[in-house]
C-alpha cells in the first residue's frame, strides 16, 4: 500500500472557522491532489501540485487553498467552511505525471461536516 | 457538464455470474480510460485501464471493453466474487500538454449476492 496518511479522519466544524486538512505521503511522489467525493458528482479536483511550492487549480477550487512546503506534505484549507463544503476529500499521489498512466494513489478519506 | 457518466447507480449480481458495469463519455479527446475501485471509509484503488488505441485490455477476472464510436467502456468482472462488492469508478485522461485532467464518472455500486 502506498504511504499516504490524512487528517483528520473525522472533523465537524461550524460555517465561517477555518479548517485544515493535512495530506502526508512516504513514498517521495512529486505530484499530489486533493479530491472531493459528493453523491452524484463522483471525484472532483480541487487543487494539485506537482513540486514543492508549485500548485494549480483543479475544477472545484473556489474556496479552498492549498500549500505544499515539503515533498511530503500537501495541505488543504478551507478559509471560512461553508455548508456546501461538507464532503469526503481524498489525498492522491502519483510518481509521474498523469499523462503516463493516469494511476492514482489514493488516501483513506477525511470526512469534514459543516454546520 | 458530466463528460463521464456511470448512468446505472446500483448493480445487483449473484455470486459466480458475470458482472457489466457501464461507461459513456463525451469528449473524443480523452487518451486513456481507467477502472477504480471503492470499498467503504477506504480511497479509491486503481484496477484495470485502456489506451484509447486498443479496444480490449484483461487483467484477470477483470476485461475493459473499449467502443471508440459509441463512446462506451465497460468492465466485464467474471466470475463475480463477494469481495467484488464495492463502488466503481470509472475516469478518464486527456493529456493535453501541460494540463493533464483525469474526469472521474459518479460510480457504480455493485453488489454481489452470495
Known amino acids: 500500500d502506498a504511504g499516504i496518511t490524512q487528517s483528520p479522519r473525522h472533523k465537524v466544524t461550524e460555517t465561517g472557522t477555518p479548517v485544515t486538512l493535512r495530506c502526508h505521503q512516504t513514498?517521495?511522489?512529486?505530484?499530489m491532489y486533493w479530491y472531493r467525493q459528493d453523491p452524484g458528482h463522483g471525484l472532483r479536483l480541487i487543487h494539485y501540485s506537482y513540486g514543492v511550492k508549485d500548485t494549480d487549480k483543479g475544477e472545484v477550487s473556489d474556496g479552498y487553498s492549498v500549500s505544499r512546503s515539503k515533498t511530503e506534505d500537501f495541505l488543504l484549507t478551507l478559509e471560512s467552511a461553508t455548508s456546501s463544503q461538507t464532503s469526503v476529500y481524498f489525498c492522491?499521489?502519483?510518481?509521474?505525471?498523469?499523462?503516463?498512466?493516469?494511476?492514482?494513489?489514493f488516501g483513506e478519506g477525511s470526512r469534514l461536516t459543516v454546520l | 457538464d458530466q463528460q463521464v457518466k456511470q448512468n446505472s447507480p446500483s448493480l445487483s449480481v449473484q455470486e459466480g455470474r458475470i458482472s457489466i458495469l457501464n461507461c459513456d463519455y463525451t469528449n473524443s479527446m480523452f487518451d486513456y480510460f481507467l477502472w477504480y475501485k471503492k470499498y467503504p471509509a477506504e480511497g479509491p484503488t486503481f484496477l484495470i485501464s485502456?489506451?484509447?488505441?486498443?479496444d480490449k485490455n484483461e487483467d484477470g477476472r477483470f476485461t475493459v471493453f473499449l467502443n471508440k464510436s459509441a463512446k462506451h467502456l465497460s468492465l466485464h468482472i467474471v466470475p463475480s466474487q463477494p469481495g467484488d462488492s464495492a463502488v466503481y469508478f470509472c475516469a478518464a485522461l486527456w493529456e493535453a500538454v501541460g494540463n493533464e485532467k483525469l474526469t472521474f464518472g459518479t460510480g457504480t455500486r455493485l453488489t454481489i449476492i452470495p
Open positions: 492522491a499521489i502519483s510518481e509521474s505525471q498523469l499523462s503516463n498512466t493516469g494511476e492514482l494513489f
Open positions: 485502456i489506451s484509447s488505441i486498443k
Open positions: 513514498e517521495n511522489h512529486r505530484y
